[in-house]
């Protein structure tokens, strides 16, 4: 599985720490050029995320899509948008399977986007990536991530987004109270395989 990253999402991992996890669900992860070289290294970005940005992890693929959809409703060239611009376009390019992207109206215009060039393109939310990551055993203490994320970063946390993170601490309590019984009884923990690709498909949150 594909997947192409738009830059708040790897801005919010970054920051709480959870940034591998991306490697470890996706086969390949792509960002835009100009979501690395400018928009990660805004002078009002976190050092953290800046420096991240300066040197990327070997996982990440950094490219420039071969060409730069117009779409008037992201905004003029130039300006705030760019990024979204870029992912969308290096994404239907690139025929990846996902894109991490959280901004309402870049959703939509990517859904928009996949299917006018034939392609069948899921926009994920970061909250869903953190609770497929939870699911497999890739983060152990997901309250404290999610209480840094919205104490630590810009990630805007609605009505919506506020249903979900209640809904994913009650599966992570869950969680670990089977582990906490399973351990007090000595049932021996058998690992789970790695959930099908349906699996993260199903992720709630999605806005189509």
């Not at 609770?131 to 990630?155: H, K, Y």
């Amino acid at each position: 599985m594909m997947v192409v990253c738009d830059m708040g999402p790897l801005h919010y991992l970054v920051l709480i720490g959870c940034d591998h996890v991306l490697p470890a669900l996706f086969d390949r992860v792509l960002t835009a050029r100009v979501v690395v070289d400018k928009e990660m290294n805004d002078q009002e970005t976190p050092e953290a995320v800046r420096r991240w940005a300066a040197a990327p992890p070997p996982w990440l693929e950094v490219r420039d899509p071969k060409h730069l959809m117009d779409i008037p409703s992201l905004g003029r060239a130039g300006e705030r948008g760019d990024g979204d611009r870029a992912v969308i376009s290096l994404a239907v390019e690139e025929h990846a399977d996902f894109v991490l992207m959280d901004d309402v109206k870049a959703r939509k215009q990517l859904v928009l986007k996949s299917r006018a060039h034939a392609r069948e393109i899921d926009p994920l939310w970061t909250l869903e990536v953190l609770d497929e990551a939870a699911d497999r055993g890739l983060i152990q203490d997901l309250a404290e991530r999610l209480a840094a994320l919205e104490r630590q970063t810009p990630f805007y946390v609605g009505e919506k987004a506020r249903k979900v993170i209640e809904e994913m601490l009650r599966k992570d309590l869950a969680r670990k109270r089977k582990h906490e019984q399973d351990r007090s009884t000595g049932t021996p923990e058998i690992p789970s395989p790695s959930p099908p690709e349906q699996k993260i498909r199903r992720g709630f949150g999605r806005e189509r």
